[in-house]
């Protein structure tokens, strides 16, 4: 069996059968039928594969993203957009063979990088798709698009595949977290996350073109009524990673899937709200961030997950 972190994969595979991929740690046996709180089996469930254009500029570019949308979750967002698959299940399973190709038709339609949209719960069949495509040409960038919520050993199976980490540092407060997410414990397992994603991937480099070629982004979706919690997010960033770090402040929230069950959320960002928490972006020492247009905030922008691209 492979000694090597990146040689293949039945080491990798393995880690299935006893599935400790995020910090749930539900020990369930994956390869042999069980299922644990995101419900994924052996495959990889994946509802779409398409060129996106609406994500940062460094990552859309002209030529857009090469998303692929990962069905299932291990957070339960009350506030989802993309429910029919993170909550629902709607996917195709697809082999890690399968999912390499997958990687390689993006690549071909031209796209600036291939772009993992919760691939949480694949880990180890993303890792083996990866390095299959790599050795059959893929050389564009690879983004890992998260909610963060990840175990540092998960993040270790992809070291050295992944260029681009994106995670949306979503809750400081525990009762937060649990109330709009069923998740304890976020923000420490989602800090931890981060340093360890800083740490394989350094901060972001940009080519002459201004696309991103390796390092971290940082996201947080700024929520009804939570200006000091986005604040919080950004002093945590400043102290604890280097003030190059890139910070895109989201304002899209849209009151989607079973937001009308918490009135305190279920609204729009006020232009206040995003407002303030721009101007106290301005007051930290960060240098770098993204914000939104708050007309960007609309369903129109939620995907058709009709399972184009996995043919």
């Known amino acids: 069996m492979p000694s090597e972190r990146n040689n293949t994969t039945p080491m990798e595979l393995a880690t299935l059968q006893h599935c400790r991929l995020c910090p749930r740690s539900c020990k369930v046996d994956r390869l042999h039928g069980e299922t644990g709180f995101c419900g994924a089996g052996a495959c990889a469930t994946v509802a779409l594969a398409s060129r996106h254009y609406w994500e940062e500029p460094c990552i859309s570019g002209t030529k857009g993203s090469g998303t692929v949308f990962f069905s299932r979750c291990n957070l339960r967002c009350a506030f989802c957009q993309n429910n029919q698959i993170s909550w629902e299940g709607t996917g ?25 949209v919760s691939p949480t719960p694949y880990i180890p069949l993303i890792a083996a798709a990866l390095r299959q495509a790599k050795k059959k040409g893929l050389a564009i960038p690879v983004v890992y698009n998260s909610n963060a919520f990840e175990s540092i050993g998960g993040l270790r199976l992809l070291e050295g595949l992944v260029d681009i980490f994106l995670p949306d540092l979503k809750y400081v407060q525990d009762d937060q977290a649990l109330r709009y997410s069923g998740v304890r414990g976020y923000f420490q397992a989602a800090t931890s996350a981060v340093l360890e994603m800083h740490h394989q991937v350094g901060t972001l480099t940009l080519n002459k073109q201004g696309l991103a070629q390796r390092g971290l982004i940082i996201r947080h979706l700024v929520l009804p009524g939570q200006v000091g919690a986005a604040r919080q997010i950004l002093q945590w960033i400043q102290a604890n990673l280097p003030l190059e770090t890139w910070v895109s402040i989201m304002g899209q929230f849209v009151p989607l899937w079973q937001s009308s069950r918490y009135p305190e959320i279920n609204r729009r960002l006020y232009p ?23 007309s960007s905030a609309i369903e129109d922008y939620v995907p058709m997950f009709d399972l184009s691209g996995l043919e």
């Open 92 to 116: 195709k399973d697809l082999s890690f063979e399968e999912l390499a190709q997958v990687f390689i038709r993006q690549q071909a339609s031209g796209v600036h990088n291939i772009n993992l």
């Open 272 to 294: 206040s709200e995003y407002n303030a928490v721009l101007d106290f972006f301005e007051t930290t020492s960060l240098k770098n961030g993204y914000c939104q247009d708050l």
